[in-house]
């Protein structure tokens, strides 16, 4: 995978083209009553002209199928540059895929998952976890995590954290901004004004 150089960044996004490839595997042991088969990514390859843009099945016996799903562009944004951070910064950076089960049987005799969006941002990964999606992650070949961690060295600015002051310390001030007053002292009822 050949990212873009320096001088493709000046002049547009920064962005990979990318295809994913998906697994669907047969399951064994108890739970393969329930659930015979078993979704999963498999990888995310740089995406070449001889794919196509249609998905297409690379292989399929009777314990595993694999399907090819070309044409995603992973695309680097100034404003998620946190996020970005967050997965250049681990370890192993990854690539998230978010993808759905097809409702109908689409170019299959079943449903097939279908990826929807690949990122390298952590932020936006988490996003779609917090709405219940389906999202996996792979590694990224070195490459790329180099290629990453560039254009996170060169855009992330590091912002000082300011402190806060405590609500203790604010002065009270009534809806329409005059300052209110504060007693202990109980105005009605029972108890009120006894000595």
Request: hydrophobic letters at 40%; proline letters at 9%; glycine letters at 6%.
């Amino acid at each position: 995978m050949n990212p873009p150089s320096a001088t493709d960044e000046d002049t547009a996004r920064p962005a990979l083209e990318v295809a994913v490839v998906m697994r669907c595997e047969r399951l064994h042991g108890p739970s393969s009553h329930w659930q015979p088969w078993r979704w999963a990514l498999e990888d995310v390859v740089p995406d070449e002209p001889a794919f196509g843009s249609a998905p297409r099945l690379l292989q399929e016996d009777e314990e595993v199928q694999r399907w090819l799903h070309p044409g995603f562009r992973v695309e680097l944004f100034r404003d998620d540059v946190d996020g970005l951070r967050l997965n250049a910064e681990t370890p192993a950076p990854g690539w998230f895929v978010l993808w759905r089960m097809e409702e109908e049987a689409g170019i299959a005799a079943e449903p097939i998952a279908r990826p929807v969006v690949v990122t390298l941002s952590y932020s936006e990964a988490g996003r779609w976890l917090d709405a219940q999606e389906n999202v996996e992650q792979v590694p990224v070949p070195p490459e790329v995590a180099d290629w990453l961690r560039a254009y996170v060295d060169r855009h992330y600015v590091d912002e000082p954290r300011r402190r806060k002051r405590p609500e203790s310390f604010r002065s009270l001030v009534d809806r329409f901004g005059n300052a209110a007053s504060v007693s202990t002292e109980k105005k009605r009822g029972r108890g009120a004004g006894d000595v």
